[in-house]
């Protein structure tokens, strides 16, 4: 079965620019997770889907980072206008449900901001 | 708030040496508790669980046991190998609606030959 894919691997880009990620989760899954993760620190959850309804977006910084998810399937991340604390690599999961169901990992992307 | 601590690293061990990485959290109510590893270029994967106080989580020679009293998931395997080598994260999994994965910082393994 085929894992969770991520594009792109990498990306760099000037603070201010725009940027947007990729995710294609595992086909079925219905929860799907982004989560940010800074050198050196744990990944931290920014914002999940049920099915194309946000469960939980607490910790995702509104006033310049939005995510959807059209259709219930893919999703993408976009960060505008982008600033150097954001780099970092921001990781897509997927499982089944929501609820102790195992999540699965997406390769991230590697975002630098210069 | 829920949180996880995890000893920092590097941790550098000789092939074949036993191995303890802590963890120890806080956290409302009984969460679940988690190891996930990631390897050189890889994604993060569930390496072992435990849902309940008590519970040995085990996977690949690993084991954890969800120690209630000490609020503790300590991560141990007896014979290390280079193979194993990777970045070891620690997490639970609250009781809210969303059961979000709270990571603590990662623990880096080098096992050398």
């Known amino acids: 079965e085929a894992g969770v894919a991520q594009s792109p691997r990498y990306k760099i880009i000037e603070k201010r620019q725009s940027v947007a990620f990729w995710c294609n989760p595992i086909?079925?899954?219905?929860?799907l997770y982004w989560y940010q993760q800074i050198l050196g620190q744990g990944p931290k959850l920014l914002i999940q889907f049920q099915n194309n309804g946000v469960v939980d977006d607490s910790q995702l910084p509104k006033d310049r980072f939005s995510a959807e998810r059209l259709k219930g399937v893919d999703s993408t991340l976009k960060i505008q206008p982008a600033k150097l604390e954001d780099s970092a690599v921001y990781l897509c999961a997927s499982s089944l449900a929501g609820g102790i169901y195992e999540q699965y990992f997406g390769p991230g992307t590697r975002l630098t901001v210069t | 708030g829920n949180s996880v601590t995890q000893m920092e690293g590097p941790v550098t061990l000789s092939e074949e040496a036993f191995l303890t990485i802590n963890c120890t959290y806080t956290?409302?109510?009984?969460?679940?508790l988690f190891w996930y590893v990631q390897y050189p270029g890889e994604g993060l994967q569930l390496l072992l669980k435990?849902?309940?106080?008590?519970d040995k989580g085990s996977n690949k020679g690993f084991e954890a046991t969800y120690r209630k009293e000490t609020t503790s998931f300590h991560l141990e395997k007896g014979s290390v190998q280079v193979s194993d080598s990777a970045v070891y994260f620690c997490a639970l999994s609250g009781m809210d609606s969303s059961y979000k994965l709270i990571f603590g910082s990662g623990t880096r393994l080098l096992v050398r030959p």
């Open positions: 086909s079925g899954h219905a929860t």
């Open positions: 435990a849902t309940k106080a008590d």
């Open positions: 956290a409302t109510g009984y969460p679940s």
